[in-house]
């Protein structure tokens, strides 16, 4: 009986309370990653660095912002990974660099690396595996001349993935790195 | 230009006294009756009137042990008498049919929504009473009374306690009308009704954990657009942010005593376990190592973090041990079968470890036994994950996929219960199983 009694007592549904109880500096984080914008190079070249950032290039006949200019290497912003690691493949260095020259001649381009993985194994095994991918992509960009102030890295590890499916050919899709231009 | 993002915390207030209680998952036995205990529920006497009640507490106690894989429940329409009392019990005749046990018993309307049961479970073989209860109870209570009616019945039988009284976590991802994703945090009662959502966000949830008095939840939410802690009451909605370190903030995991979490950051720069003291916020690093390391787990007597890393080369289960929030010694690797380990977690009983384990691409639920070394796949899915314990530890419950939707199946410690959890839409995924609740 005395456990009885304690039960109910513990499934009374309880009035009010709920609100949030965090202040408004919440809100402000959540733009802090944009995949629209992001994603597909807006058309409108602003103020931003487009005349220094032309020598990255190199002899191209392109007239808009190199990050826009559909034939450069610039305009490859994923990095694709084998299953269950974060070794960048060979062929995908040159694109890294190229990125990390562009960065290097624009003090004020920033970008986001944001991680994934494919869906098989744990949740949060994949979170750390998008992290570790994140992170390989950053360490090569440093290397090669971006600044740490310019990068900074997200995992999101399965739960966004690009391509819905199970076959490998899917799971390819999804095992990446993105690079998100937030500033150009 | 700044999104603001929605959070919502859903409040579970008054308004939800009225019968709030559908089934948003169904659940399924698949496999395993053979073998299950013969017993027969008889419907509870109401007094002749009609049952204002909105449910029939017989029909509950029935489903709960059927859904054990436990007891075999006779069908309601094959019930050859319906006693209500010991008195007019004729066990002879219930041999006859085979039954091993019988539970009857009667409803009493004590005032407006005030109600009292009384309930006998009888060896049928013996012809005696094992167990003879009588509780009053708020008509709203009515599922929770059941359920704790099939616990005594359960662990009369078995000898084990049951897991009826208990809760599941788990988190569900939706496409709402307009097109977007929704992420909800719920839990419902263990046999799927009385779903509650406690959060809603656009972006993703994950790694709901329970205190371990039943009454929190923590959790990693995306509506920063990065990872980050939280802990919520379940009761009043009211929640706090814990942790917001660069990198990951993931993976917690409240320790037996409630005082800590173990969770993996990488504010280092590579994914390592710390022990997060709630009552001073104060961090203690447990690893590192420039591999993979996460998904820590405890030990029911606190005094070991089962974990996944991949510091041998692939994925697999390290243990390293703890005194208070002390690490004692080194990680010792402890899955050595398989080409993938991971999300270990400690059988209640401590005598069990239960991971996903991948052999060629294949991911399914396991159980090592920790005195022998033997590693037994209970599962024959492709795409299994995070394995939680019933608290009585007789049941994994874990998120599969079937036909490209996410739902959740358990299964027995010994493969051989198998049911399923469908959500009427969307994936569901992430379960998480409360304690027991407290005797007080």
């Not at chain 2, 239960?354 to 022998?372: D, P, Q, S």
């Not at chain 2, 394995?387 to 049941?395: I, R």
Request: neutral net charge.
């Amino acid at each position: 009986m005395k456990f009885h009694q304690g039960l109910l007592i513990a499934l009374l549904p309880i009035a009010l309370a709920g609100c949030e109880t965090l202040g408004g500096g919440e809100e402000n984080n959540a733009s802090v990653v944009d995949r629209n914008e992001g994603g597909t190079p807006s058309q409108g070249v602003g103020a931003d660095g487009g005349a220094s950032a032309r020598g990255a290039e190199g002899g191209s006949t392109f007239q808009g912002h190199p990050l826009d200019n559909p034939d450069a290497l610039l305009s490859r912003r994923i990095v694709y990974f084998d299953y269950d690691s974060y070794s960048i493949r060979e062929g995908d260095r040159a694109v890294i660099q190229a990125h990390a020259e562009y960065m290097a001649a624009n003090g004020q381009a920033s970008i986001v690396l944001e991680g994934h993985s494919d869906e098989r194994g744990s949740r949060e095994y994949n979170i750390a595996l998008g992290e570790k991918r994140a992170k390989s992509v950053y360490q090569l960009l440093s290397f090669q001349g971006s600044t740490g102030g310019q990068m900074t890295t997200v995992s999101y590890g399965e739960e966004q993935p690009a391509e819905i499916g199970h076959s490998e050919q899917s799971w390819q899709e999804n095992r990446r790195v993105e690079i998100v231009y937030k500033t150009r | 230009m700044l999104k603001v993002l929605i959070i919502r915390v859903l409040v579970l207030v008054g308004l939800l006294s009225a019968p709030y209680s559908f089934a948003a998952l169904t659940i399924e036995i698949t496999d395993g009756v053979e073998g299950a205990l013969p017993i027969a529920v008889v419907p509870f006497d109401t007094g002749g009137t009609k049952n204002p009640l909105s449910y029939k507490i017989g029909a509950i106690i029935a489903a709960d042990l059927a859904r054990s894989g436990r007891f075999d429940p006779m069908p309601e329409k094959d019930l050859i008498a319906r006693p209500h009392d010991g008195g007019s019990v004729r066990f002879g005749d219930w041999r006859l049919v085979n039954q091993e046990s019988l539970v009857v018993g009667r409803v009493k309307q004590l005032g407006a929504s005030r109600y009292e049961v009384l309930v006998q479970l009888f060896d049928v073989f013996k012809g005696e009473q094992l167990a003879g209860h009588r509780f009053a109870f708020n008509s709203d209570d009515v599922r929770a009374i059941a359920h704790h009616i099939s616990d005594i019945i359960y662990e009369q039988l078995t000898g084990q306690p049951g897991s009826f009284s208990t809760r599941i976590a788990y988190v569900t991802a939706l496409k709402t009308a307009a097109g977007k994703k929704q992420y909800n945090l719920n839990f419902s009662d263990a046999d799927g009704f009385n779903e509650r959502t406690i959060l809603e966000s656009p972006k993703p949830l994950m790694s709901p954990s329970w205190s371990p008095d039943g009454e929190q939840l923590v959790y990693v939410s995306f509506e920063a657009s990065r990872p980050q802690i939280f802990v919520q009451q379940v009761a009043t909605g009211q929640r706090q942010r814990l942790t917001d370190f660069k990198g990951l903030n993931n993976a917690p995991s409240w320790s037996p005593d409630g005082k800590l979490l173990a969770m993996t950051l990488s504010k280092s720069g590579n994914p390592e376990i710390y022990l997060y003291e709630l009552a001073t916020r104060k961090l203690t690093q447990v690893t590192n190592h420039a591999a993979i390391d996460t998904e820590p787990s405890w030990s029911p007597k606190g005094d070991q973090l089962v974990f996944t890393s991949d510091r041998g080369g692939k994925a697999q289960l390290y243990t390293i041990n703890l005194r208070g929030k002390v690490v004692a010694g080194r990680p010792k690797r402890l899955t050595f079968e398989g080409d993938y380990n991971a999300r270990g977690i400690f059988s209640p009983d401590g005598k069990m470890v239960a991971m996903v384990n991948g052999e060629r691409g294949i991911f399914r639920i396991a159980v090592l036994e920790l005195r022998t070394g033997a590693l037994q796949v209970l599962t024959d899915s492709r795409l299994d994950e995070s394995p939680s314990f019933a608290p009585n530890g007789s049941m994994i419950i874990y998120a599969t996929d079937s036909n490209n939707r996410g739902v959740l199946s358990a299964v027995s410690v010994d493969g051989r219960v198998h049911r399923r959890f469908e959500l009427q839409q969307g994936d569901v995924r992430e379960p998480a199983w409360s304690p027991a609740k407290r005797t007080r």
